[in-house]
Nanobody, 122 residues
Framework: QVQLVESGGGLVQAGGSLRLSCAASGSIFSIKAMGWYRQAPGNQRELVGTINSGGSTNYADSVKGRFTISRDNAKNTVYLQMNSLKPEDTAVYYC????????????????WGQGTQVTVSS
């Protein structure tokens, strides 16, 4: 019923920038919080940051001042602008969203994208 599709990953040199996008589609009534996680090989998935429906953001200490999360509610899309990238930012990046679907009950469920690879070379 609902899909999250990430795009924008790739290979970049240290110090460079990338912008990830994540578009939600399907039977959407409203989108609550949205966020980004990442998982490096051999590591657990970790929070990068979140943004609520009002636009308030929260970031992991490791990315504060370098990464910025924004959203376009009209497009059901969340963005992750990554600047001053470091090799340790290399990971698969996943978006997530709490989405209220259409229907009589309008339940809220958590959805995940398939992930997009970000590789930062030194």
């Amino acid at each position: 019923q609902v899909q999250l599709v990430e795009s924008g990953g790739g290979l970049v040199q240290a110090g460079g920038s990338l912008r990830l996008s994540c578009a939600a589609s399907g039977s959407i009534f409203s989108i609550k919080a949205m966020g980004w996680y990442r998982q490096a090989p051999g590591n657990q998935r970790e929070l990068v940051g979140t943004i609520n429906s009002g636009g308030s953001t929260n970031y992991a200490d490791s990315v504060k001042g370098r990464f910025t999360i924004s959203r376009d509610n009209a497009k059901n899309t969340v963005y992750l602008q990554m600047n001053s990238l470091k090799p340790e930012d290399t990971a698969v990046y996943y978006c997530t969203a709490d989405i209220q679907i259409k229907g009589h009950w309008r339940p809220v469920s958590n959805y995940w994208g398939q992930g997009t690879q970000v590789t930062v070379s030194s």
